[in-house]
């Protein structure tokens, strides 16, 4: 979504790999961009060799090349994206990755530490309101849809306290173009989440939640608070000009 709107709204130009076996929403294949298979070695050969063409060189959690990056492009703009696990309370088990690092960003509030350098910054996800947005299919009221996120029994049980049919579903098993439809469908969205090994649930909204807003959906979170309305700063444009203020940062202190 960086690259398309890297482009869309400010005419740059960004190219973006993945390992294929990574890329659960199919995010190369709807947007653009080249996935490869094989194994993970020849997958870093070559992210290494791509990466000499370009000013900007954009990681998202494979922190360990980020040291090898900056031994072979030491002028380059390096920038480390932390999404989750990558990085939640592995702040210094993962020093001497992300230390090589221009810019660092996390996805959501909870992977703030202090043991992460100032550079770090929370960044909101982006929602590509180009697709998620209502769709022209019916809504049913006191319907209810969440993915199954080791939260499963707890949404039972708030849906049955809010009188709701609910309608579980697998993480990763809706391709991303078919989600707006999903959403659209039903009156409620339940962001119920614990990572795998934890008790407590993730205390705030993730990005399925901000889609689901986006097409129309009343999202309900961990706390089992109703929030409607898509929240701006989550949008394309929003997102971007952060971004935008960061690349231009970069660029002006390698001058």
């Not at 922190?63 to 990085?87: A, E, F």
């Not at 702040?91 to 996390?106: G, L, M, P, Q, V």
């Not at 109703?226 to 700063?233: A, L």
Request: positive net charge; contains cysteine.
């Amino acid at each position: 979504m960086i690259a398309k709107y890297y482009g869309k709204l400010y005419g740059g130009h960004a190219e973006v790999i993945a390992r294929k076996d990574f890329d659960k929403f199919g995010f190369t294949e709807y947007y653009g961009g080249t996935t490869y298979g094989g194994g993970a070695f020849i997958f870093y050969v070559r992210a290494l060799l791509r990466s000499r063409k370009f000013d900007v060189i954009q990681i998202h959690s494979l922190d360990r090349l980020v040291p090898q990056l900056r031994t072979l492009y030491g002028s380059k703009s390096i920038v480390l994206q932390y999404h989750g696990h990558d990085i939640l309370n592995r702040w210094r088990e993962k020093r001497k990755r992300w230390e090589k690092a221009d810019f660092i960003s996390y996805s959501t509030p909870d992977m703030a530490s202090p043991e992460m350098p100032e550079r770090a910054r929370y960044i909101r996800d982006m929602v590509d309101t180009d697709i998620f947005k209502p769709a022209d299919v019916e809504r049913v009221p006191g319907t209810a849809f969440t993915f199954s996120y080791n939260m499963d029994s707890e949404a039972e049980e708030l849906a049955k306290k809010m009188g709701l049919a609910l309608t579980i579903a697998k993480r990763f098993s809706i391709p991303m173009g078919e989600m707006p439809r999903v959403f659209s469908r039903y009156e409620y969205f339940f962001d119920l989440r614990k990572r795998t090994g934890q008790q407590e649930p993730i205390e705030c909204l993730g990005t399925a939640a901000f889609q689901a807003l986006a097409c129309g959906c009343k999202a309900v979170d961990w706390n089992g608070d109703v929030h409607s309305g898509f929240p701006k700063g989550h949008d394309p444009e929003s997102v971007m000009s952060v971004w935008m203020e960061i690349y231009r940062d970069l660029w002006s202190n390698k001058k």
